[in-house]
């Protein structure tokens, strides 16, 4: 019995034996997790010294653009819609054509009023003409009447004439100065009306100039025409309807000039510059594509001072939100034309905030160019002054031109 106890192991001793294996993988493997997340910590460490610090990031950004109302000039009745949602226009096409009868007809009146001054003031400059010639023959009236009075009281001492002969003289000498004084003083008037101007830069044939020129804008626009290239959104116009000058007919959104506003919390835009590079993805794309842009400028204010109901933090139930300011972002042309975006589109904006020797306002400037612009009425005021001209020279006979250019 002693001899079987004393070489049979200890059950305790096999357990020991067993577990000293077990221990030692256990602490290799912590250990070797030990130095993983060591490793990782070190590499997350060179990675923010390097990069994650140089960058800001948000997923609050959207696609922003133009959105130019279609509206007419003048009101009307809509006679024929071109275009409807979602067609892509050119600056100048007709979009929609309002009837134009009454803007016809109150320009066939203008023009009508423009013919009529310009007769009366060329028969103006022949008055001149005629009163000149009636102040010299009342001159001469004056002047012959004056010698018969000198002969005549010569002679009225010898009795060769009567005393009421000599009074019946006088009296046609006063009554033919009064006449020469008359026509004048008529020719004055008529001068203080013509002088300095020919018919065609008279005030009179310029104010009905200007008329015609009103009556004739009005009924070219009568065909609104689309102010810039896009897409058309929101048509409401429909044929037959009675719109008013000012009414949205309709939207035109130039997909070609579109940024993206970027809010960016306030903690954030500490390092953030105008100029600064930014990288964008958009979740329309996916991560595959890649929008570079840069920093055009930070607003004036956050989000909430905009709002249309602004928040009221002097309240008693105030609680601290951590605000966002608008940045806005401009996209490189070439990459928006070979990948298309939307107004309102979701974007990750992330700003390399490495470069921060920049404003963070705007300087004041003058552009070179108009940040937005419209097809302008000139060629129809052109036309409506080529108009004026012609009426002039058939009406007028005087120098063409001049009318409705000086103002």
Not at 93 to 120: F, G, K, M, P, S
Not at 307 to 330: D, F, S
Not at 361 to 369: H, K, L, M, P
């Amino acid at each position: 019995m002693n001899a079987q106890d004393t070489s049979s192991p200890s059950p305790h001793a096999a357990a020991s034996g067993a577990q000293a294996p077990d221990g030692r993988a256990r602490g290799w493997a912590l250990a070797i997790l030990t130095l993983v997340l060591l490793a990782i910590a070190a590499a997350y460490g060179v990675y923010w010294f390097h990069v994650a610090r140089w960058r800001e990031s948000t997923d609050d950004a959207y696609v922003a653009g133009h959105v130019v109302q279609i509206t007419p000039q003048t009101g009307g009745t809509v006679k024929a819609v071109f275009v409807d949602d979602t067609d892509t226009v050119a600056a100048g096409d007709i979009l929609v054509e309002l009837d134009a009868a009454d803007h016809r007809v109150a320009l066939d009146q203008a023009e009508a009023a423009l013919a009529q001054a310009a007769r009366e003031v060329r028969a103006l400059h022949v008055t001149n003409a005629r009163l000149r010639a009636e102040v010299a023959a009342r001159w001469t009236e004056v002047v012959r009447l004056e010698a018969d009075v000198a002969r005549r009281a010569t002679i009225a001492a010898a009795g060769a004439v009567s005393r009421e002969e000599l009074d019946h003289s006088r009296t046609a000498l006063s009554a033919a100065r009064a006449a020469q004084l008359a026509t004048r003083e008529q020719l004055a008037a008529n001068l203080a009306l013509t002088e300095g101007t020919d018919v065609g830069d008279h005030p009179r044939v310029m104010l009905a100039a200007s008329q015609v020129e009103e009556a004739w804008l009005a009924w070219s626009r009568a065909r609104i025409v689309a102010p810039v290239a896009g897409q058309v959104v929101k048509r409401s116009a429909q044929a037959g309807q009675r719109v008013a000058a000012g009414a949205p007919l309709m939207a035109v959104v130039p997909l070609d000039r579109l940024w993206v506003d970027a809010n960016f919390k306030e903690v954030q835009l500490g390092a953030m510059r105008i100029g600064q590079p930014v990288s964008l993805r958009a979740d329309y794309y996916g991560p595959e594509v890649e929008y570079h842009g840069r920093v055009a400028g930070l607003a004036a204010g956050t989000g909430s001072v905009f709002a249309l109901l602004p928040a009221q933090n002097a309240t008693g139930n105030w609680i601290k939100v951590v605000q966002r300011v608008p940045v806005r972002v401009e996209l490189d042309a070439a990459e928006l034309l070979r990948h298309p975006l939307r107004v309102g589109l979701s974007m990750q904006a992330v700003v390399d905030i490495r470069d921060d020797g920049g404003a963070t306002i705007t300087a004041q400037a003058t552009r070179a160019a108009p940040v937005n612009s419209h097809v302008s009425s000139d060629d129809a005021l052109d036309a409506a002054r080529s108009r004026i001209a012609e009426i002039i020279r058939r009406h007028g006979a005087a120098a063409p031109g001049k009318a409705g250019g000086k103002r």
